[in-house]
């Protein structure tokens, strides 16, 4: 069954960065498009980036461009977010998902807990 | 301030059906058949209930369906449950930068 694992969340002061993992099993990685899309605590759902299969199509939300880069190496069924410049409002939980086309989310992983605090 | 209204709360019986709304604009919701729904429980991650506007995902209850109206996409919920109780949230692609856009999230209570 699918399967999509993150990791590297954790506690980081402000203009620190991190960078976060998502191991994705049970399908075909290099078919799907990918995203990760976070959750602040208490708030609603916020896109932040989306890749093509092969890399090449690279979207991010306005509120991290410049600052967050999503990539994907296909051949470790991995897909990560280098978060830099990190800042108060970029606290959240961030959901790794697998596109199922048109810009819908078919699957999530469990999601990985990313504190800015000084 | 979230891109898509939702209301904040909706509440029902069980077995009744409840209808949550997701407005957007022309450039989102009413321009595109796109609009996808999730269900939230408290902890979880979300779930994929409905997408291009009406499409169910395998192995999820024909009790949900979605519809649009101009700028204005609902998931309605038939015969509720227990566990129906959850958060859901509405997205759509859109012509801005953004590509994706989430509504602010609606609480279903049963009652």
């Known amino acids: 069954q699918v399967q999509l694992v993150e990791s590297g969340g954790g506690l980081v002061k402000p203009g620190g960065s991190l960078r976060l993992s998502c191991a994705a099993s049970?399908?075909?990685?290099?078919?799907?498009?990918m995203s990760w899309v976070r959750q602040a605590p208490g708030k609603g759902l916020e896109w932040v980036s989306y890749?093509?299969?092969?890399?090449?199509?690279?979207y991010h939300a306005d509120s991290v461009k410049g600052r967050f880069t999503i990539s994907r190496d296909n051949a470790k069924n991995s897909l990560y977010l280098q978060m830099n410049s990190l800042r108060a409002e970029d606290t959240a939980v961030y959901y790794c998902?697998?596109?199922?086309?048109?810009?819908?989310?078919?699957?999530w992983g469990q999601g990985t807990l990313v504190t800015v605090s000084s | 301030q979230s891109a898509l209204t939702q209301p904040a709360s909706v509440s029902g019986s069980p077995g009744q059906s409840i209808t949550i709304s997701c407005t957007g604009t022309s450039s989102d919701v009413g321009g595109y058949n796109y609009v996808s729904w999730y269900q939230q429980h408290p902890g979880k991650a979300p779930k994929l209930m409905i997408y291009d506007v009406s499409s169910r995902p395998s192995g999820v209850s024909n009790r949900f369906s979605g519809s649009k109206s101009g700028n204005t996409a609902s998931l309605t919920i038939s015969g509720l449950q227990a566990e129906d109780e959850a958060e859901y949230h509405c997205?759509?692609?859109?012509?801005?930068?953004?590509?994706?856009?989430f509504g602010g999230g609606t609480k279903l209570t049963v009652l």
């Open positions: 049970g399908f075909t990685f290099s078919d799907y498009y």
């Open positions: 997205s759509s692609y859109t012509s801005s930068s953004t590509h994706v856009v």
């Open positions: 998902a697998r596109v199922r086309g048109s810009y819908a989310m078919g699957h």
């Open positions: 890749i093509s299969t092969s890399g090449t199509t690279i």
